[in-house]
C-alpha cells in the first residue's frame, strides 16, 4: 500500500474486511440465504456503501474468490524443481495442500458447497483441480522420463493425490501420515519399489 493516501488505505482496509466478513456469512449461512443486508450489518457499514465497493452480490462472491483464493498458493507449491525425487515431493505437496485447506478451510467449505448450485464456483472449483493436476501429472511425466516411475498415466495419479487430500478435508477424515499415502501410491509405479 505504498505510495497510497490514508483515505485510499482506508477504503482498500474497508474493501478487505466487507469481503471477509462476506467470507464468514457465506461459509455459515450458504450463499443463497445470506443477504447484502446481512453482509453489510455484520460488517458494521450501510448497506450504500457496500454498493459502493460491490454492485451485486454476485460481484461480493467474485471478490471473496479473488481474496482468498487457494490457487496462487497451490501453484507456488506445484513449482517443484525437476531434479527431486517423487516420494520427497509428493509427501510435501500432500502435507502443505493439507495445510492450506485447513487454514482455507472455510473458503473450501464454501466452494464445494456452493458449486452444486452456483455453476461460476463450479468452474472455478473445476479450474483449481485440473490446474493442480496438470501441475502435478507433468512434474511425474519428469520423472517417468528419467525412470524413477514407470511408464504410468501421471494425470490419474496427480488426480489420486489431491483428491484424497481433499476429501480427507470434505469429510473431516483423520489424517494419516501423508508419508503412508505417497508410499502405497508409488508403490506399483516406482522403478525401485521398496
Not at 41 to 59: C, D, M, Q, R
Amino acid at each position: 500500500m505504498q505510495g497510497k493516501s490514508s483515505r485510499q488505505q482506508q477504503a482498500v482496509v474497508r474493501r478487505e474486511h466487507l469481503i471477509d466478513t462476506a467470507l464468514a456469512l457465506f461459509s455459515e449461512q450458504g450463499y443463497d440465504a445470506t443477504s447484502i443486508k446481512q453482509i453489510a450489518a455484520a460488517a458494521g457499514v450501510a448497506v450504500g456503501l457496500l454498493y459502493h465497493y460491490f454492485p451485486s452480490k454476485s460481484e461480493v462472491m467474485r471478490a471473496v474468490w479473488e481474496r482468498h483464493s487457494f490457487l496462487p498458493e497451490l501453484r507456488a507449491l506445484l513449482l517443484v524443481e525437476d531434479n527431486e525425487v517423487a516420494a520427497r515431493v509428493l509427501q510435501d505437496v500432500a502435507e502443505s495442500f493439507s495445510a492450506m485447506l485447513e487454514r482455507k478451510e472455510a473458503l473450501f467449505r464454501l466452494m464445494v458447497r456452493e458449486s452444486q448450485s452456483n455453476p461460476e464456483v463450479a468452474a472455478c472449483l473445476h479450474a483449481i483441480v485440473e490446474e493442480g493436476t496438470r501441475a502435478l501429472g507433468a512434474y511425474l511425466e519428469t520423472r517417468v522420463q528419467v525412470k524413477e516411475l514407470r511408464p504410468h498415466d501421471t494425470t490419474l495419479t496427480a488426480r489420486m493425490l489431491l483428491g484424497t487430500v481433499l476429501t480427507t478435508h470434505l469429510a473431516q477424515l483423520p489424517t494419516r501420515p501423508w508419508a503412508e499415502l505417497v508410499a502405497q501410491l508409488l508403490h506399483g509405479i516406482s522403478t525401485h519399489p521398496d
